[in-house]
């Protein structure tokens, strides 16, 4: 069976939390993991999805992205709450509770998400430096690779340091788009009308799921339940309870503001592109271009450029922390943190590359829409097993989630899974009408999906038909069972030991004397094994059968001297089949046999004489090891 490993084990716990301090001491020391997980939810693949929402809809979509961070909240949550009291990130839990079959397909899919986001980081980043220094997007892309160094060097520096770095560059994100929002100066009451929901159409609707895959990430509920193990507290109820409180108000605060850039940035397509009648501006260099003439200053591009590349540099450092808690949790299995930043970034960078090669630099807004609508359709996969984990009253230790937040995390999971079967099946329809050979369809993506679509069932139903089915009781005769003081000790009567004339003879008579005392009767055998004895036994009269014989002599002297009673029995042949046919054939209450470590090698060539042993006698055995 694996050990249990610590979720990031190079940070964990490694931020102390003084008991008796004041209050705020103790807020300040918790706060910092929701900043990590936020700027998850403003990467680059959020602005694609936020740019293209307000420039075809206007202000109508705001209300996807004030629900999405309503579920978002109630999801991280949860997510901490893992981490707090069960001391296991999501990936670590789901490893426990599955089979490892279905833990392979949902480190898979986890995998995909990953990969899916580094996309929407790396494309980010790149589009980001072409825009401020006219740097080719496939040159952008190869520095991408550069900030694997980066994160090596956060992570050496501790975990307070690194989340300092990243606050740093929500900070950029944040005042880059309030002056934006200045500039811009947008319609209040249209903004309020869109609070109201509403879908137009079924595009609307597409970019609508792309935005709740860009703003509920999956790799951040794994990140979340194990960015909260590095603070070490208290793990009393009261202090359980505290970094509970004090994580949601991390929490609130963090991923509020990060809903205020989203919204800033759907807000700001709005108030230029859409109001301009610009309605297919999808790309974010489209909307680089266009922002210093709509917003009448050169500084309004220059500061998205910039807060394009902050966005896309912080959430890859978080990405790769997913990528390791997600490998780790599901296989056990930990290599050095720069081999997988390299393996999660090369996974990006591909299909990165192939797809500014094949369809050019103008496909880029489109494939990080794919990447945040692939990320939503995983979402179910990691949001379901996360409810059952901390719905279980028993593994929870008294802080599984109540009722009601039950009942909504719920509700949510049934609106995304829902959300993304529309989808699903939407885009399939749509593949077998229009593609010239739907054959391929059926025979390869159908049973894609419909295989999903039973995983999904199984991971919902799984831990009800647990709970529905009686416990089995694992001793069932424990109650059964009448525990007695023994008027006498317990003592072996009849005594066999079998010795091979090594230094572990000592200790296998030592025990024995040890159980029987000087009124037991001892039978000390040994089996000759010489190569005349395999074939002649009894008939043998070489000279190791000779000397045995004679050591097996001077033993029952020595032992008689002191008082013991002792009888002797020579065997010939091979102990694993002598020994047992000398104790079958007596009469013994207990066996003791000597162990020693010969080399593996020696043991799966030819087997051990007590695994052999053991299977063939009826009798208790005393291993004795040297």
Same mark, same amino acid.
């Given at each position: 069976?694996?050990?249990?490993?610590?979720?990031?084990?190079?940070?964990?716990?490694?931020?102390?939390?003084?008991?008796?301090?004041?209050?705020?001491?103790?807020?300040?020391?918790?706060?910092?993991?929701?900043?990590?997980?936020?700027?998850?939810?403003?990467?680059?693949?959020?602005?694609?999805?936020?740019?293209?929402?307000?420039?075809?809809?206007?202000?109508?979509?705001?209300?996807?992205?004030?629900?999405?961070?309503?579920?978002?909240?109630?999801?991280?949550?949860?997510?901490?709450?893992?981490?707090?009291?069960?001391?296991?990130?999501?990936?670590?839990?789901?490893?426990?509770?599955?089979?490892?079959?279905?833990?392979?397909?949902?480190?898979?899919?986890?995998?995909?998400?990953?990969?899916?986001?580094?996309?929407?980081?790396?494309?980010?980043?790149?589009?980001?430096?072409?825009?401020?220094?006219?740097?080719?997007?496939?040159?952008?892309?190869?520095?991408?690779?550069?900030?694997?160094?980066?994160?090596?060097?956060?992570?050496?520096?501790?975990?307070?340091?690194?989340?300092?770095?990243?606050?740093?560059?929500?900070?950029?994100?944040?005042?880059?788009?309030?002056?934006?929002?200045?500039?811009?100066?947008?319609?209040?009451?249209?903004?309020?009308?869109?609070?109201?929901?509403?879908?137009?159409?079924?595009?609307?609707?597409?970019?609508?799921?792309?935005?709740?895959?860009?703003?509920?990430?999956?790799?951040?509920l794994y990140l979340h339940s194990s960015l909260v193990q590095t603070r070490k507290f208290d793990r009393s109820e009261k202090g359980v309870k505290q970094a509970i409180r004090y994580n949601f108000f991390d929490s609130l605060i963090a991923l509020n503001l990060a809903f205020l850039v989203?919204?800033?940035?759907?807000?700001?397509?709005?108030?230029?592109?859409?109001?301009?009648?610009?309605?297919?501006?999808?790309?974010?260099?489209?909307?680089?271009?266009?922002?210093?003439?709509?917003?009448?200053?050169?500084?309004?591009?220059?500061?998205?450029?910039?807060?394009?590349?902050?966005?896309?540099?912080?959430?890859?450092?978080?990405?790769?922390?997913?990528?390791?808690?997600?490998?780790?949790?599901?296989?056990?299995?930990?290599?050095?943190?720069?081999?997988?930043?390299?393996?999660?970034?090369?996974?990006?960078?591909?299909?990165?590359?192939?797809?500014?090669?094949?369809?050019g630099e103008s496909a880029t807004g489109k494939l990080l829409i794919l990447s945040q609508v692939i990320l939503s359709l995983q979402l179910g996969f990691a949001i379901i097993p996360l409810i059952h984990f901390v719905s279980d009253d028993k593994k929870m230790?008294?802080?599984?989630?109540?009722?009601?937040?039950?009942?909504?995390?719920?509700?949510?999971?049934?609106?995304?899974?829902?959300?993304?079967?529309?989808?699903?099946?939407?885009?399939?329809?749509?593949?077998?009408?229009?593609?010239?050979?739907?054959?391929?369809?059926?025979?390869?993506?159908?049973?894609?999906?419909?295989?999903?679509?039973?995983?999904?069932?199984?991971?919902?139903?799984?831990?009800?038909?647990?709970?529905?089915?009686?416990?089995?009781?694992?001793? #069932?005769?424990?109650?059964?069972?009448?525990?007695?003081?023994?008027?006498?000790?317990?003592?072996?009567?009849?005594?066999?030991?079998?010795?091979?004339?090594?230094?572990?003879?000592?200790?296998?008579?030592?025990?024995?004397?040890?159980?029987?005392?000087?009124?037991?009767?001892?039978?000390?055998?040994?089996?000759?094994?010489?190569?005349?004895?395999?074939?002649?036994?009894?008939?043998?009269?070489?000279?190791?059968?000779?000397?045995?014989?004679?050591?097996?002599?001077?033993?029952?002297?020595?032992?008689?001297?002191?008082?013991?009673?002792?009888?002797?029995?020579?065997?010939?042949?091979?102990?694993?089949?002598?020994? #047992?046919?000398?104790?079958?054939?007596?009469?013994?209450?207990?066996?003791?046999?000597?162990?020693?470590?010969?080399?593996?090698?020696?043991?799966?060539?030819?087997?051990?004489?007590?695994?052999?042993?053991?299977?063939?006698?009826?009798?208790?055995?005393?291993?004795?090891?040297?």
């Amino acid at each position: 069976m694996a050990t249990k490993t610590k979720s990031l084990e190079e940070v964990h716990e490694s931020v102390s939390v003084v008991h008796n301090t004041s209050i705020w001491k103790k807020i300040v020391a918790f706060f910092g993991p929701a900043y990590m997980v936020s700027v998850g939810y403003m990467d680059p693949g959020n602005w694609a999805t936020d740019i293209a929402g307000g420039s075809q809809f206007g202000y109508t979509l705001i209300w996807v992205l004030l629900m999405s961070n309503i579920m978002a909240l109630l999801l991280q949550s949860l997510s901490a709450r893992l981490g707090i009291v069960r001391q296991r990130d999501l990936a670590q839990a789901s490893r426990d509770t599955y089979s490892r079959p279905v833990n392979l397909v949902l480190y898979f899919l986890a995998e995909i998400a990953i990969a899916a986001c580094d996309l929407a980081e790396v494309l980010g980043m790149a589009i980001g430096l072409q825009l401020l220094f006219d740097i080719p997007l496939l040159w952008g892309v190869s520095i991408t690779m550069l900030d694997t160094f980066l994160l090596l060097f956060l992570m050496n520096k501790g975990i307070k340091k690194m989340e300092a770095f990243i606050i740093v560059l929500v900070a950029i994100i944040g005042l880059s788009f309030l002056v934006e929002m200045f500039l811009a100066k947008p319609e209040i009451t249209e903004i309020a009308k869109g609070i109201v929901p509403s879908i137009p159409n079924s595009t609307a609707l597409y970019i609508a799921i792309g935005i709740i895959g860009a703003t509920v990430m999956p790799h951040n509920l794994y990140l979340h339940s194990s960015l909260v193990q590095t603070r070490k507290f208290d793990r009393s109820e009261k202090g359980v309870k505290q970094a509970i409180r004090y994580n949601f108000f991390d929490s609130l605060i963090a991923l509020n503001l990060a809903f205020l850039v989203n919204a800033a940035i759907l807000i700001l397509a709005a108030a230029t592109f859409y109001k301009s009648g610009m309605f297919d501006v999808a790309e974010i260099q489209d909307a680089y271009k266009f922002l210093e003439p709509l917003l009448g200053s050169h500084w309004a591009p220059t500061l998205f450029a910039v807060a394009l590349i902050a966005a896309g540099q912080s959430s890859t450092i978080t990405g790769t922390l997913a990528g390791q808690i997600v490998m780790e949790g599901y296989l056990n299995l930990r290599i050095q943190p720069w081999v997988r930043r390299i393996i999660t970034r090369l996974i990006a960078i591909v299909p990165a590359f192939i797809a500014i090669v094949y369809f050019g630099e103008s496909a880029t807004g489109k494939l990080l829409i794919l990447s945040q609508v692939i990320l939503s359709l995983q979402l179910g996969f990691a949001i379901i097993p996360l409810i059952h984990f901390v719905s279980d009253d028993k593994k929870m230790r008294g802080f599984a989630i109540g009722k009601y937040t039950k009942m909504a995390s719920w509700l949510i999971a049934l609106v995304i899974v829902s959300l993304n079967a529309r989808l699903v099946f939407d885009e399939i329809k749509g593949w077998i009408e229009t593609s010239e050979n739907p054959v391929y369809v059926w025979v390869f993506v159908v049973p894609l999906a419909v295989a999903a679509a039973l995983l999904l069932i199984y991971i919902i139903v799984k831990p009800f038909l647990e709970k529905s089915m009686a416990t089995p009781t694992l001793v #069932p005769h424990i109650k059964e069972i009448v525990v007695k003081e023994a008027e006498k000790p317990i003592v072996y009567s009849k005594i066999a030991i079998a010795l091979d004339f090594s230094k572990t003879d000592q200790r296998s008579i030592e025990s024995a004397l040890q159980l029987g005392g000087k009124h037991a009767q001892y039978t000390i055998m040994h089996v000759v094994e010489s190569a005349g004895a395999m074939v002649y036994g009894e008939e043998i009269a070489d000279f190791e059968t000779t000397s045995d014989l004679s050591y097996l002599k001077k033993y029952k002297a020595v032992l008689e001297e002191k008082g013991y009673k002792v009888n002797i029995q020579l065997d010939f042949g091979n102990p694993k089949t002598s020994i #047992p046919k000398m104790i079958n054939e007596g009469d013994f209450d207990i066996l003791i046999l000597g162990a020693h470590g010969h080399n593996w090698f020696k043991d799966l060539l030819f087997g051990t004489t007590v695994n052999a042993v053991r299977h063939a006698i009826d009798i208790p055995l005393l291993i004795v090891k040297n």
